[in-house]
T-cell receptor, first 116, second 111 residues
């Protein structure tokens, strides 16, 4: 049974560039959430996708956008990268959105983004 | 210890000791709680969860205690092993919003 997978593992970008991160949920899961984790901090919620729509969003600017595909996989896009966007980006999947009982979330290994 | 800036509270124990990691949550409407373990360079790993209609739940070598009166959660690890060394996060959910994570506690286990 495959767990949550993310790609790439590491990424280095320059300020102002754009980046796309990818996530495949755990088998049987249909909901994907994205989190940003700065060094020494807990994960901060970015947004959640269910049925190919953004269902919830945290306190992140519009530079952060996403997409969910019919096979439940998801992408996180960040435009106009800032130095402060350097972090570990985590994808978590669940069976159903967190607002309706799908609250046991399983995390992927993350993508380490460094912005120089 | 106190959490100051980027410094995580740290709990240092000897192998074989029991460890207790504490967490204070903020939302009185939260009714679901999860403990995660995060090793260096990896994503958080689910350890155990508890719903608000319970005050104790046991897993393999781990026990979670919930005190809703003071909004406090604890994770007890029995016979702590070097492989338990990691950062531990508690997360809360009120059934409407997404998971909210606490600051984390670093557990260091000495052989």
């Amino acid at each position: 049974d495959a767990g949550v997978t993310q790609s790439p593992t590491h990424l280095i970008k320059t300020r102002g560039q754009q980046v796309t991160l990818r996530c495949s949920p755990k088998s049987g899961h249909d909901t994907v959430s994205w989190y940003q984790q700065a060094l020494g901090q807990g994960p901060q919620f970015i947004f959640q996708y269910y049925e190919e729509e953004e269902r919830q969003r945290g306190n992140f600017p519009d530079r952060f956008s996403g997409h969910q595909f019919p096979n439940y996989s998801s992408e996180l896009n960040v435009n106009a990268l800032l130095l402060g966007d350097s972090a570990l980006y985590l994808c978590a999947s669940s069976r159903g959105p967190t607002g309706t009982g799908g609250r046991e979330q399983y995390f992927g290994p993350g993508t380490r983004l460094t912005v120089t | 210890g106190e959490s100051v800036g980027l410094h995580l509270p740290t709990l240092s124990v000897q192998e074989g000791d029991n460890s207790i990691i504490n967490c204070a949550y903020s939302n009185s409407a939260s009714d679901y709680f999860i403990w995660y373990k995060q090793e260096s360079g990896k994503g958080p790993q689910f350890i155990i969860d508890i719903r608000s209609n319970m005050d104790k739940r046991q897993g393999q070598r781990v026990t979670v205690l919930l005190n809703k009166t003071v909004k406090h959660l604890s994770l007890q690890i029995a016979a702590t092993q070097p492989g338990d060394s990691a950062v531990y996060f508690c997360a809360e959910n009120d059934g409407y919003s997404t998971l909210t994570f606490g600051k984390g506690t670093m557990l260091l286990v000495s052989p």
